[in-house]
């Protein structure tokens, strides 16, 4: 699995980087869409990241239910 995951990797930045010239004309609407998943795909990562974190945090830290103080509400 790692092997397929870092030639997919390998190939798409090939594939990315390594193209002669397009010719293309990338008007105000598409430089503003990559803008946006530019910014969507930050956030998601920072999302995802953090909730790893937490989660890693309180498996440190011992703690079962992090999120959770007791069954009747948290008294």
Not at 8 to 30: I, R, V
Not at 63 to 72: F, L
Request: aromatic share 12%; hydrophobic share 40%.
């Amino acid at each position: 699995m790692r092997k397929i995951a870092s030639f997919t990797g390998l190939s798409s930045a090939y594939f990315l980087l390594m193209n002669g010239s397009a010719f293309a004309y990338l008007d105000p609407g598409t430089g503003s869409m990559i803008l946006q998943g530019i910014i969507g795909g930050a956030l998601t990562v920072s999302v995802v990241v953090s909730g790893y974190y937490y989660r890693l945090k309180g498996w440190l830290s011992g703690r079962k239910n992090a999120g959770q103080d007791s069954k009747d509400g948290g008294e």
